[in-house]
T-cell receptor
């Protein structure tokens, strides 16, 4: 059984560019959630995908978008990058959307916007 | 909106001693779950312990235990026999709504002194 993996580990982008981050969920998990963790802060919920459909969204603008594929892996896309988008992006997978299931987190992608 | 507050930005403890990390939360929901996560410098968010709000008994996991005071909306983490490997950021989190969205506190940095 493999854990949650994310790619790339680090990347540097310029303001105004677009970026795609990837997440492979743990085997058997059909739900992926994305979080943004700014330096010195706790993670903030961006959105969740359940069986390829968005299942809840946090307070993030529409330039943050996502996809979930039939194999339940997921992408986070951010358009028109801003300096404040610099953060650690975490994805987490879970068995389903039931409240009591804990999420398993990936190691994160560190995004730097210059 | 649900909020989670960790009032101790930093804590330190001597190896083999006991330390307690504080967390308070605010929710209007009757059924929810509370978590403590550990984030070492490797960035991977690791679940330490989980508590279901409907259970009166405090959760324990080896050296880790919680003091859950539902009326006071308090959820503290006690680490006994502290080890050097316990040094990390600790985040308190709570579920919100019917999904697995987690709301995180800002974290407490724990230092373990040899």
């Amino acid at each position: 059984e493999t854990g949650v993996t994310q790619s790339p580990t680090h990347l540097i982008k310029t303001r105004g560019q677009q970026v795609t981050l990837r997440c492979s969920s743990q085997s058997g998990h059909n739900t992926v959630s994305w979080y943004q963790q700014a330096l010195g802060q706790g993670p903030q919920f961006i959105f969740q995908y359940y069986r390829e459909e968005e299942n809840g969204r946090g307070n993030f603008p529409p330039r943050f978008s996502g996809l979930q594929f039939p194999n339940y892996s997921s992408e986070l896309n951010v358009n028109a990058l801003e300096l404040d988008d610099s953060a650690l992006y975490l994805c987490a997978s879970s068995m389903d959307t039931k409240r009591w299931r804990e999420q398993y987190f990936g190691p994160g992608t560190r995004l730097t916007v210059t | 909106a649900q909020t989670v507050t960790q009032s101790q930005p930093e804590m330190s403890v001597q190896e083999a001693e006991t330390v307690t990390l504080s967390c308070t939360y605010d929710t209007s929901e009757s059924d929810y779950y509370l978590f403590w996560y550990k984030q070492p410098p490797s960035r991977q968010m690791i679940l330490v312990i989980r508590q279901e709000a409907y259970k009166q008994q405090n959760a324990t996991e080896n050296r880790f235990s919680v003091n859950f005071q539902k009326a006071a909306k308090s959820f503290s983490l006690k680490i006994s026999d502290s080890q050097l490997g316990d040094a990390a950021m600790y985040f308190c989190a709570a579920t919100q709504g019917g999904s697995e969205k987690l709301v995180f506190g800002k974290g407490t940095k724990l230092t373990v002194n040899p």
